[in-house]
């Protein structure tokens, strides 16, 4: 029902060998070595020598082996506390977040990935967020408000992740945003109507049952070598404007 929950964190669909192809030891030996052995990882993850010999069956292959270790559903379970990747982040997301009016109401890990997820309620009915932790893309934030009683839209500060989605999800990356920000483009879709006034438990479990619908539907569809070239193309542009 709630489809729109918002977008799964990348450890959903782990672009796992981005290791594999980082940068080479400098010199023509190190280049050399880091080359063979990027070749023998990429070999015991199930690659042939003709999936190295072209960029279209690359890209292919990279798509199942990175869909075969989407897990067949996640539980969340409560923490009580949690070290976050970037506490600097956390922190300036956290105080943007109270400052909006949102307490905060539990830290959940979801198994088996280990992404944490901190639910931050609001007083108003059909409104809350989410920081989510996640190790491909690190502390985040997520604004989510209903638009009817089996319709809600989701906004996060983080940038296109190049992976397709199902027609009825329905998330926003909005890039590099404030939680204010946010919190503004979610109340621009909002609907008035009488809305009913959700509980933690009961925003957890449709959180949970949301990313458990689109695991299905991703171990149904696959990755697409496309999908995977668009996703390597555009962190791979990310990190060069970091530099």
């Not at 989510?132 to 809600?152: A, F, H, L, N, P």
């Not at 329905?170 to 009913?196: D, F, M, N, V, Y």
């Not at 990313?211 to 990190?239: C, P």
Request: charged residues 30%.
């Amino acid at each position: 029902m709630y489809g729109g929950l918002g977008a799964l964190p990348n450890d959903m669909f782990p672009l796992l060998l981005y290791g594999v192809l980082g940068a080479a030891a400098g010199g023509i030996a190190g280049r050399w070595i880091q080359k063979w052995i990027r070749r023998r990882r990429l070999m015991k993850l199930g690659f042939s020598s003709d999936d190295l010999k072209s960029r279209e069956r690359f890209f292919e292959k990279w798509g199942q082996v990175t869909a075969a270790k989407v897990p067949r559903k996640i539980s969340f379970s409560e923490v009580t506390s949690h070290s976050w990747s970037n506490p600097s982040k956390y922190e300036k997301s956290q105080a943007e977040i109270q400052l909006l009016g949102f307490r905060r109401a539990g830290t959940f890990v979801a198994s088996p990935q280990k992404w944490v997820v901190e639910f931050w309620l609001s007083s108003e009915p059909g409104l809350f967020a989410k920081t989510i932790d996640s190790k491909q893309r690190g502390v985040y934030v997520e604004v989510t408000v209903m638009d009817s009683e089996d319709s809600v839209l989701s906004f996060e500060n983080t940038e296109d992740c190049g992976l397709r989605r199902r027609d009825r999800d329905r998330w926003t990356h909005c890039g590099l945003i404030s939680p204010a920000q946010l919190l503004e483009q979610a109340l621009q879709h909002r609907q008035r109507q009488p809305l009913k006034q959700m509980n933690l438990a009961e925003w957890v479990a449709e959180y949970e049952n949301s990313v458990n619908e689109h695991l299905d539907w991703r171990r149904t569809v696959g990755i697409s070598g496309d999908e995977m070239k668009q996703a390597y193309e555009l962190s791979k542009k990310r990190r060069s404007l970091r530099k």
